[in-house]
C-alpha cells in the first residue's frame, strides 16, 4: 500500500520547535508532491489577552503573519506550495476548544493527508502551545502523524 499525501498541515507557534516541524513538512511534501498548509495556534494567555483588550489583534495578526510568510518563502525556495492560517488554541466560552482539537479539526476541514506537530519546547515560554496538542493529536489524529 503506497501512502498518497496532497495536503500536510503543520501547526506552528512561532517556537524553535515548530520551525523545525516546518522543515520536516516541507520534506514531506517534497517527497510527495505535496502542499503545506501551515496554522499558526494562538495560546491561552495571547487569547486572553486580545479579548480583555491588552494586546491589539491586529499587532497579533502582523506578528504571525510575518512568521508564516517566512515559511511561504521557504516553500517558493523548495517548490511547495504554502497556504496558511491563524487559529485560537483556547476559548473562554467553549470548554472544549484546545490547542489539539483546533489542529485535528483543521485537519479534517481541509482534508489534510498528513500531520507534522511539533513535540514539547523546552524554554517554557508561554506563546509556546503546542506542547499542548502533540500527544492529543498522536492519540486521537486519523491522519499519518509524525511529531519532532
Known amino acids: 500500500m503506497t501512502l498518497e499525501v496532497d495536503?500536510?498541515?503543520?501547526?506552528?507557534d512561532g517556537s524553535d520547535e515548530s520551525?523545525?516541524?516546518?522543515?520536516y513538512a516541507?520534506?514531506?511534501?517534497?517527497t510527495y508532491g505535496a502542499a503545506i498548509h501551515a496554522m499558526?495556534?494562538?495560546?491561552?494567555?495571547?487569547?486572553?489577552?486580545?479579548?480583555?483588550?491588552a494586546v491589539d489583534a491586529d499587532e497579533v495578526a502582523?506578528?504571525?503573519e510575518l512568521?508564516?510568510?517566512?515559511?511561504?518563502?521557504?516553500?517558493?525556495?523548495?517548490g511547495?506550495?504554502?497556504?496558511t492560517s491563524i487559529a485560537y488554541g483556547f476559548s473562554t466560552?467553549?470548554?472544549?476548544?484546545?490547542?489539539?482539537?483546533?489542529?485535528?479539526?483543521?485537519?479534517?476541514?481541509?482534508?489534510?493527508?498528513?500531520?507534522?506537530v511539533p513535540r514539547e519546547p523546552t524554554s517554557g515560554d508561554p506563546g509556546e502551545v503546542l506542547e499542548k496538542a502533540a500527544e492529543y493529536v498522536l492519540l486521537y489524529a486519523s491522519q499519518p502523524v509524525l511529531s519532532v
Do not use: M, N, W
Open 62 to 64: 502582523d506578528e504571525t
Open 80 to 83: 511547495v506550495d504554502v497556504s
Open 40 to 53: 499558526y495556534v494562538l495560546g491561552e494567555e495571547v487569547v486572553r489577552a486580545i479579548e480583555t483588550g
Open 93 to 116: 466560552r467553549i470548554k472544549t476548544r484546545h490547542p489539539g482539537s483546533v489542529v485535528l479539526d483543521t485537519a479534517e476541514s481541509i482534508d489534510a493527508d498528513f500531520i507534522v
Open 26 to 30: 516541507l520534506t514531506v511534501a517534497e
Open 19 to 23: 520551525s523545525d516541524a516546518v522543515e
Open 67 to 78: 512568521y508564516t510568510e517566512g515559511i511561504r518563502q521557504q516553500g517558493d525556495e523548495r
Open 7 to 12: 495536503l500536510v498541515l503543520v501547526p506552528v
